[in-house]
Protein backbone atom coordinates (compact mmCIF):
# COMPACT_ATOMS: atom_id res chain seq x y z
CA UNK A 1 0.00 0.00 0.00
CA UNK A 2 1.37 3.44 -1.31
CA UNK A 3 1.65 6.78 1.09
CA UNK A 4 0.60 8.57 -2.31
CA UNK A 5 -3.00 7.59 -4.17
CA UNK A 6 -2.42 7.71 -8.14
CA UNK A 7 -4.73 6.43 -10.17
CA UNK A 8 -4.16 2.87 -11.94
CA UNK A 9 -3.98 4.06 -15.34
CA UNK A 10 -5.03 6.87 -17.31
CA UNK A 11 -5.11 7.50 -21.59
CA UNK A 12 -5.13 9.64 -23.86
CA UNK A 13 -5.01 10.25 -27.78
CA UNK A 14 -2.35 12.47 -29.39
CA UNK A 15 -2.35 15.68 -28.90
CA UNK A 16 -4.78 15.72 -25.95
CA UNK A 17 -4.17 16.52 -22.44
CA UNK A 18 -4.44 14.21 -19.42
CA UNK A 19 -3.89 14.80 -15.83
CA UNK A 20 -2.69 12.11 -12.84
CA UNK A 21 -3.69 12.80 -9.99
CA UNK A 22 -1.62 12.12 -6.95
CA UNK A 23 -3.67 12.38 -3.48
CA UNK A 24 -2.41 12.62 -0.18
CA UNK A 25 -2.71 13.82 3.40
CA UNK A 26 -2.01 16.80 5.22
CA UNK A 27 1.44 15.57 6.86
CA UNK A 28 2.53 15.46 3.55
CA UNK A 29 0.80 16.39 0.01
CA UNK A 30 -1.08 18.92 1.63
CA UNK A 31 1.40 20.35 4.07
CA UNK A 32 4.87 20.71 1.99
CA UNK A 33 4.97 22.77 -1.49
CA UNK A 34 7.42 19.88 -2.32
CA UNK A 35 6.31 17.33 -4.54
CA UNK A 36 7.79 15.90 -7.15
CA UNK A 37 7.12 13.89 -10.62
CA UNK A 38 8.65 10.60 -12.22
CA UNK A 39 8.34 9.37 -16.05
CA UNK A 40 9.62 5.56 -16.03
CA UNK A 41 9.71 3.74 -19.36
CA UNK A 42 9.68 0.28 -18.79
CA UNK A 43 12.83 -1.67 -18.29
CA UNK A 44 14.68 1.95 -17.72
CA UNK A 45 15.67 4.13 -14.49
CA UNK A 46 12.75 7.06 -13.45
CA UNK A 47 13.41 10.36 -14.73
CA UNK A 48 12.59 13.68 -12.76
CA UNK A 49 9.73 15.63 -14.61
CA UNK A 50 8.51 18.27 -12.06
CA UNK A 51 10.18 19.08 -8.71
CA UNK A 52 8.68 21.25 -6.14
CA UNK A 53 5.31 21.32 -7.35
CA UNK A 54 5.22 23.19 -10.45
CA UNK A 55 8.97 23.57 -11.88
CA UNK A 56 10.70 21.64 -14.41
CA UNK A 57 14.15 20.26 -14.43
CA UNK A 58 16.42 21.87 -17.39
CA UNK A 59 15.48 19.58 -20.93
CA UNK A 60 12.00 18.65 -19.49
CA UNK A 61 9.49 19.77 -21.99
CA UNK A 62 6.60 22.65 -20.93
CA UNK A 63 4.13 19.73 -22.63
CA UNK A 64 4.87 18.96 -18.62
CA UNK A 65 3.37 20.89 -15.57
CA UNK A 66 2.53 20.32 -12.08
CA UNK A 67 -0.15 21.88 -9.64
CA UNK A 68 -1.35 21.26 -6.18
CA UNK A 69 -4.78 21.84 -4.24
CA UNK A 70 -5.07 20.65 -1.04
CA UNK A 71 -4.17 17.16 -0.46
CA UNK A 72 -3.79 16.31 -4.07
CA UNK A 73 -1.04 17.50 -6.26
CA UNK A 74 -1.43 17.00 -10.41
CA UNK A 75 0.39 16.31 -13.48
CA UNK A 76 -0.89 17.49 -16.58
CA UNK A 77 0.68 16.30 -20.04
CA UNK A 78 -0.33 18.42 -23.05
CA UNK A 79 -0.07 17.80 -26.92
CA UNK A 80 0.07 14.56 -25.41
CA UNK A 81 3.02 12.57 -27.72
CA UNK A 82 3.58 8.13 -28.76
CA UNK A 83 6.42 8.76 -26.17
CA UNK A 84 5.01 9.96 -22.91
CA UNK A 85 3.54 6.25 -22.14
CA UNK A 86 5.55 5.16 -19.66
CA UNK A 87 4.31 5.06 -15.81
CA UNK A 88 4.30 8.09 -13.46
CA UNK A 89 4.70 8.38 -10.09
CA UNK A 90 4.95 10.98 -8.14
CA UNK A 91 6.14 11.65 -4.24
CA UNK A 92 6.30 14.18 -1.09
CA UNK A 93 8.21 15.17 1.05
CA UNK A 94 6.57 13.61 4.38
CA UNK A 95 8.38 15.57 7.59
CA UNK A 96 11.30 14.73 9.63
CA UNK A 97 10.71 11.15 10.61
CA UNK A 98 8.75 9.68 6.96
CA UNK A 99 11.00 11.96 4.71
CA UNK A 100 9.91 10.95 1.21
CA UNK A 101 6.65 8.62 0.34
CA UNK A 102 5.97 7.66 -3.35
CA UNK A 103 2.50 6.70 -5.29
CA UNK A 104 1.94 3.45 -6.30
CA UNK A 105 2.33 4.50 -9.97
CA UNK A 106 0.50 5.38 -12.93
CA UNK A 107 0.44 3.83 -16.04
CA UNK A 108 -0.37 6.56 -19.24
CA UNK A 109 -1.47 4.50 -22.80
CA UNK A 110 -1.24 7.08 -25.99
CA UNK A 111 -4.04 5.70 -27.80
CA UNK B 1 28.08 12.25 -19.14
CA UNK B 2 26.91 11.57 -15.32
CA UNK B 3 26.64 8.16 -14.69
CA UNK B 4 25.62 5.52 -11.76
CA UNK B 5 26.25 2.17 -12.11
CA UNK B 6 24.80 -0.15 -9.26
CA UNK B 7 26.03 -3.75 -8.37
CA UNK B 8 26.21 -6.55 -5.82
CA UNK B 9 22.46 -7.69 -5.94
CA UNK B 10 21.37 -11.30 -5.40
CA UNK B 11 19.94 -13.96 -4.04
CA UNK B 12 19.96 -14.04 -0.50
CA UNK B 13 18.21 -16.48 2.28
CA UNK B 14 16.18 -14.82 4.83
CA UNK B 15 17.74 -13.86 7.82
CA UNK B 16 21.08 -12.69 5.12
CA UNK B 17 23.18 -10.06 4.31
CA UNK B 18 23.97 -8.29 1.14
CA UNK B 19 26.28 -4.86 0.26
CA UNK B 20 25.45 -2.76 -2.80
CA UNK B 21 27.71 -0.87 -4.73
CA UNK B 22 27.09 2.12 -6.35
CA UNK B 23 29.64 3.41 -8.41
CA UNK B 24 29.59 7.12 -9.84
CA UNK B 25 31.68 9.09 -13.14
CA UNK B 26 30.83 11.90 -15.14
CA UNK B 27 30.64 14.07 -11.81
CA UNK B 28 32.28 15.59 -8.83
CA UNK B 29 30.56 12.71 -6.76
CA UNK B 30 32.16 13.90 -3.41
CA UNK B 31 29.98 17.40 -3.74
CA UNK B 32 26.64 15.39 -4.18
CA UNK B 33 24.11 13.90 -1.65
CA UNK B 34 23.29 10.01 -2.85
CA UNK B 35 19.92 8.55 -2.34
CA UNK B 36 18.95 4.40 -2.13
CA UNK B 37 15.73 4.08 -4.03
CA UNK B 38 13.79 0.34 -4.24
CA UNK B 39 11.19 -0.78 -6.40
CA UNK B 40 9.75 -4.29 -5.72
CA UNK B 41 8.81 -6.32 -9.17
CA UNK B 42 5.70 -4.69 -10.46
CA UNK B 43 5.16 -2.44 -7.66
CA UNK B 44 5.96 1.47 -6.61
CA UNK B 45 9.19 3.21 -6.02
CA UNK B 46 10.45 3.62 -1.82
CA UNK B 47 13.15 5.80 -1.05
CA UNK B 48 15.37 3.79 1.45
CA UNK B 49 18.01 6.13 2.13
CA UNK B 50 19.80 9.34 2.28
CA UNK B 51 23.46 10.83 2.57
CA UNK B 52 25.35 14.06 2.18
CA UNK B 53 28.33 14.43 0.97
CA UNK B 54 30.43 14.56 3.75
CA UNK B 55 28.37 11.67 5.51
CA UNK B 56 27.17 14.13 7.89
CA UNK B 57 23.87 13.45 7.83
CA UNK B 58 21.55 10.35 7.24
CA UNK B 59 18.42 8.82 6.96
CA UNK B 60 16.27 5.88 6.67
CA UNK B 61 13.01 4.81 5.77
CA UNK B 62 10.98 3.46 8.72
CA UNK B 63 10.97 0.14 7.06
CA UNK B 64 14.83 -0.65 7.41
CA UNK B 65 16.02 1.48 9.92
CA UNK B 66 18.45 -0.75 12.15
CA UNK B 67 19.06 -3.02 9.42
CA UNK B 68 20.80 -1.48 6.64
CA UNK B 69 23.40 0.83 6.62
CA UNK B 70 24.76 3.72 3.75
CA UNK B 71 28.20 4.51 3.34
CA UNK B 72 30.15 6.24 1.17
CA UNK B 73 33.93 6.48 -0.07
CA UNK B 74 34.43 9.83 -1.95
CA UNK B 75 38.15 8.89 -2.92
CA UNK B 76 36.82 5.56 -4.56
CA UNK B 77 33.79 7.58 -6.18
CA UNK B 78 31.66 5.03 -4.63
CA UNK B 79 28.04 4.51 -2.55
CA UNK B 80 27.42 1.44 -0.57
CA UNK B 81 24.18 -0.13 0.92
CA UNK B 82 25.26 -2.81 3.70
CA UNK B 83 21.62 -4.96 3.96
CA UNK B 84 21.48 -7.10 7.12
CA UNK B 85 18.81 -9.38 8.48
CA UNK B 86 17.11 -9.02 4.98
CA UNK B 87 13.49 -10.17 4.82
CA UNK B 88 11.20 -11.70 1.76
CA UNK B 89 9.88 -8.05 1.17
CA UNK B 90 13.50 -6.44 0.88
CA UNK B 91 13.02 -8.25 -2.67
CA UNK B 92 13.50 -5.18 -4.72
CA UNK B 93 15.62 -3.41 -7.42
CA UNK B 94 17.38 -0.77 -5.83
CA UNK B 95 18.61 1.99 -7.49
CA UNK B 96 21.33 4.64 -6.67
CA UNK B 97 19.63 8.22 -7.39
CA UNK B 98 21.67 11.55 -6.92
CA UNK B 99 19.95 14.31 -4.89
CA UNK B 100 18.48 17.23 -7.78
CA UNK B 101 21.43 19.97 -7.47
CA UNK B 102 18.96 22.54 -8.77
CA UNK B 103 16.58 22.79 -6.06
CA UNK B 104 16.75 23.41 -1.88
CA UNK B 105 15.21 20.21 -0.58
CA UNK B 106 16.90 16.73 -1.12
CA UNK B 107 14.30 14.35 -2.04
CA UNK B 108 14.25 15.17 -5.64
CA UNK B 109 16.47 12.69 -7.37
CA UNK B 110 18.33 13.66 -10.97
CA UNK B 111 20.28 10.83 -12.04
CA UNK B 112 19.70 7.44 -11.40
CA UNK B 113 21.49 4.09 -12.09
CA UNK B 114 19.88 0.64 -13.92
CA UNK B 115 19.35 -0.81 -10.70
CA UNK B 116 20.54 -4.10 -9.38
CA UNK B 117 17.94 -6.67 -8.28
CA UNK B 118 18.12 -8.10 -4.57
CA UNK B 119 16.05 -11.32 -4.20
CA UNK B 120 15.35 -12.77 -0.92
CA UNK B 121 14.07 -15.92 -0.79
CA UNK B 122 14.58 -19.57 0.54
Known amino acids: QSALTQPASVSGSPGQSITISCTGT?????????VSWYQQHPGKAPKLMIYEVTKRPSGVSNRFSGSKSGNTASLTISGLQAEDEADYYCSSYAGRTTYVVFGGGTKLTVL | EVQLVESGGGLVQPGGSLRLSCAAS????????INWVRQAPGKGLEWVSY????????YYADSVKGRFTIFRDNAKNSLYLQMNSLRDEDTAVYYC???????????????WGQGTLVTVSS
Open chain 1, 26 to 34: SSDVGNYNL
Open chain 2, 51 to 58: ITSSSSTI
Open chain 2, 26 to 33: GFTFSTYS
Open chain 2, 97 to 111: ARTYPGSNSWYNFDY
